[in-house]
């Protein structure tokens, strides 16, 4: 079963950094896309990055770019984000998802990052 | 780029069909067949519905049907049973490696 499950999320002021991770089982993780989506409370659904099999390529959203970078770890099955310079508007849940083709087909539960003084 | 256009509410009695649009432009949803539609519970993650305009996912009940045509997408939900009471988003692929969702629509089942 594909099983992926996030963590790392939590209070940060503006201005603070935050590192989140998904931790994937169930399918070959190196063989896959994998992105970040998020959603701010009550909001609809927002495409935050991407990163190709390897490492070797990765797309952000023009909202995030110079300040969110995205990673992984082929060996231990693991994605990553790391959220630097928060904005109170990078309130949100964040889901880190499976990303064959141009769709996301397995998603975790979300790790909800809150930017607030 | 701009979010795409969803209209917030829809609604059915069970049985009957409802259809969502999910309207772009010809940079998105008009230029790639790669449209894609989610069923979000609320407090859920969402789950993948509908693929490149018009695919099931494995387990995915074939209620569930998309259709493009230019810069319009849509998901029609038929013989609406009470679990299909949700929020539906879509997606596309919007080129430069890059992709949108629409504002989510939430389908009552009344």
């Known amino acids: 079963e594909v099983q992926l499950v996030e963590s790392g999320g939590g209070l940060v002021q503006p201005g603070g950094s935050l590192r989140l991770s998904c931790a994937a089982s169930?399918?070959?993780?190196?063989?896959?896309?994998m992105t970040w989506v998020r959603q701010a409370p009550g909001k609809g659904l927002e495409w935050v990055a991407n990163?190709?099999?390897?490492?070797?390529?990765?797309y952000y959203v023009d909202s995030v770019k110079g300040r969110f970078t995205i990673s992984r770890d082929n060996a231990k099955n693991s994605l990553h984000l790391q959220m630097n310079s928060l904005r109170a508007e990078d309130t949100a849940v964040y889901y880190c998802a499976r990303h064959p083709g141009q769709s996301f087909d397995c998603w975790g539960q979300g790790t909800l990052v809150t930017v607030s003084s | 780029q701009s979010a795409l256009t969803q209209p917030p509410s829809a609604s059915g009695s069970p049985g009957q069909s409802v259809t969502i649009s999910c309207t772009g432009i010809?940079?998105?949803?008009?230029?790639?067949?790669?449209v894609s539609w989610y069923q979000q519970y609320p407090g859920k993650a969402p789950k993948l519905i509908i693929y490149?305009?018009?695919k099931w996912p494995s387990g995915v009940p074939d209620r569930f049907s998309g259709s493009k045509s230019g810069s319009t997408a849509s998901l029609t939900v038929s013989g609406l049973q009470a679990e299909d009471e949700a929020d539906y988003y879509c997606?596309?692929?919007?080129?430069?490696?890059?992709?949108?969702f629409g504002g989510g629509t939430k389908v009552t089942v009344l």
């Open positions: 997606s596309s692929y919007a080129g430069n490696n890059q992709w949108l």
């Open positions: 490149d305009a018009n």
């Open positions: 010809s940079t998105d949803v008009g230029g790639y067949s790669h």
């Open positions: 990163i190709k099999q390897d490492g070797s390529e990765e």
């Open positions: 169930g399918f070959t993780f190196s063989s896959s896309w």
